[in-house]
């Protein structure tokens, strides 16, 4: 998209996306962004489905959230950067804001609102979980780290920081299953991490962390929207940050520095 002697580039990293990405790059349309997607060894054809939207479709080991976004942000070419996952659809709205955002050059980072759908939902309910976050930036004014589990754009202090007020729908899980496999596979990288860090979670803080977070997350976050599904994902989230410091556990005891 040019604006103003400007241009955006979309970066999105993907694994098997084929039942999620193509809404996502559908709704790039109207934008007409440079598009780059940086995919981890898919096999299920969202390869393929990339390259009929983009030419810059690239292959890249997984090697963690912050490494694959700091990778696909380094092929990025406009001056305006903006990152999405694959399961997340800029609204009509959202689309028309990106473009004036890039356009007026009023702000350096933009905050979007992921708007939470449920699996069974076709779209979201009203009074649904919001996330709000730095997605849309100026080149050289934010940035992704290379944390391995950290999944968020660094804004500097004293940044001009606008937000797209129009929703982002993020439909974040194809499966219960899904849900599962993914809040374990994060908790332990989260783990790693943390470990790496010098972080000692206390066992005595284990549930009651457990329990805070559940709480957090069901009526703070407004999971209890969904109803019975909002209750198991806030409780799946909960049991993830339990299993993440018991694996911080696991591994000081492996280290040895646990006396």
Not at 31 to 43: F, M, R
Not at 226 to 250: H, K, P, S, Y
Request: glycine share 10%.
């Amino acid at each position: 998209m040019s604006a103003g002697g400007k241009r955006l580039s979309v970066f999105i990293i993907t694994h098997n996306e084929i039942e999620r990405l193509e809404g996502t790059l559908r709704a790039l349309q109207s934008l007409d962004p440079e598009i780059i997607v940086v995919d981890s060894g898919s096999t299920d054809g969202t390869v393929e489905l990339a390259r009929r939207y983009t030419p810059h479709v690239h292959h890249r080991d997984w090697t963690g959230y912050g490494p694959q976004k700091v990778f696909a942000e380094g092929l990025c070419t406009g001056d305006w950067l903006f990152n999405l996952d694959a399961d997340e659809i800029l609204s009509e709205g959202a689309q028309a804001e990106v473009a004036a955002a890039v356009r007026q050059d009023v702000h350096d980072v933009y905050d979007v609102r992921i708007v939470h759908v449920g699996i069974s939902d076709e779209g979201a309910r009203r009074f649904a979980p919001v996330n709000r976050t730095p997605r849309l930036y100026r080149r050289g004014k934010a940035y992704f780290s290379d944390s391995l589990a950290l999944d968020k754009v660094q804004v500097p202090e004293g940044t001009s920081v606008g937000v797209i007020q129009a929703p982002v729908w993020h439909r974040s899980l194809k499966s219960f299953g899904h849900m599962w496999d993914k809040a374990g596979s994060y908790a332990k990288l989260q783990a790693r991490e943390r470990f790496a860090k010098g972080k000692r979670p206390p066992v005595w803080g284990v549930i009651p962390g457990g329990i805070g977070f559940f709480l957090k997350q069901y009526f703070l976050r407004r999971m209890f929207v969904l109803g019975v599904e909002g209750f198991v994902q806030a409780a799946t989230l909960a049991n993830a940050r339990m299993i993440r410091d018991m694996e911080i556990r696991r591994l000081v005891r492996e280290s040895g520095a646990e006396k």
